[in-house]
């Protein structure tokens, strides 16, 4: 079932920092900026300067690397470092504490677009416009950091634009410039398999694995699609879809409680984010007073999910609260989450039903 979710909306998100970022690419297809999993801290890749800004009143002064090509993308570990990927195929690894350069490789002279680590902090994903994902992986050899390709993921003719692992690293999903969706089973890191496509109307960046339910999955659209769609990955079933008026840029859950945040392209009226509660997609909040032509080109959220980072196209960092204090682990009745009493037999959750006489 596809409709749009209601439009009233309860309570209204402010920022809670802004940085001025000049240069920031308006690129759909980048991956610019990534929080630290280690520091209260982003990455940032603004033209060849990858900085890392540290999001406090007292430090404006980030550290800088300079490469010699156009950044488009990065993504910080689960320790000290930061990949960054180029349009020139080449990729850097630096320290976040420093801005040392560790490691250097190229992947044959094609543009870099996404790039995610597994939490063993000893290999990355990183995503190319020819379609190939490649897994890479991290060998400290005598204190000198060596890259070493250790796998290629082979389906996909257009650019991929996302990648993101779910909670247990037991699945990967690919978001691709050919309208689709490919997630495979990662049991073992060499042999990884396709389970399913996923098909859309338009290019799919913006993709968020469930933190409290592994195998559901939140898909968004391009300009031509602009639907989120929700996934059950152990079965490829599409559990539902809603029209958001808008181009989709990112998507990430809450860990605490049923609710995930969208950010958009230009004109979702005047608002660059939207938190909905899940499964209704009722909009519970929102950020207003924009100008119509901002869009967000990259956004990535806390450790904790409670704060999202946003790199938007008038050249601003922008950091929202958007969640309060709550527990890291959320406890639910998987029937209601999936809404299928056939999914919740098949992940093994118990259902309570009326006896039956």
């Excluded at 920092?17 to 980048?30: H, I, L, P, R």
Aim: charged letters at 15%; aromatic letters at 10%; hydrophobic letters at 35%.
């Amino acid at each position: 079932m596809s409709h749009s979710p209601p439009q009233n909306c309860s309570r209204i998100l402010y920022t809670v920092e802004v940085a001025q970022a000049s240069g920031v690419t308006n690129d759909f297809y980048s991956n610019i900026v990534s929080w630290s999993k280690t520091a209260k801290q982003v990455a940032v890749g603004v033209n060849k300067t990858c900085s890392i800004w540290k999001l406090n009143k007292n430090c404006k002064t980030p550290i800088s690397f300079e490469c010699p090509d156009v950044i488009t993308c990065v993504s910080c570990s689960y320790e000290d470092l930061v990949v960054i990927g180029t349009e020139a195929g080449k990729i850097y690894v630096i320290s976040q504490s420093d801005g040392r350069l560790r490691a250097t490789y190229i992947l044959d002279n094609i543009p870099i677009h996404t790039c995610t680590w597994f939490k063993n902090n000893k290999r990355f994903l990183v995503g190319d416009s020819s379609g190939n994902v490649y897994m890479i992986k991290t060998i400290h050899k005598q204190g000198i950091l060596i890259l070493k390709k250790d796998f290629t993921f082979k389906f996909h003719q257009q650019l991929v634009c996302g990648i993101v692992l779910n909670s247990d690293e037991t699945q990967v999903a690919f978001g691709c410039g050919d309208c689709t969706v490919t997630v495979w089973k990662l049991e073992k890191y060499r042999f990884p398999v396709i389970k399913f496509i996923l098909p859309h109307t338009s290019a799919v960046k913006a993709m968020g694995f469930c933190p409290w339910a592994p195998s559901l999955l939140a898909t968004g659209g391009g300009y031509s699609d602009r639907t989120i769609r929700f996934w059950h990955t152990n079965t490829g079933t599409l559990l539902n879809s809603y029209f958001t008026n808008s181009q989709i840029t990112s998507l990430n859950w809450c860990h605490s409680r049923r609710e995930l945040v969208a950010t958009f392209g230009p004109g979702h009226g005047g608002s660059i984010l939207e938190v909905y509660k899940f499964p209704s997609m009722k909009p519970v909040k929102r950020n207003l007073l924009e100008p119509l032509f901002i869009r967000v080109s990259g956004a990535s959220a806390s450790p904790d999910g409670r704060y999202l980072c946003v790199m938007c196209s008038d050249s601003t960092i922008r950091t929202y609260k958007i969640w309060g204090n709550g527990s890291n682990q959320m406890v639910h009745n998987g029937f209601d989450v999936f809404e299928s009493s056939l999914i919740s037999l098949a992940e093994g959750l118990n259902h309570p039903s009326p006896v039956i006489r």
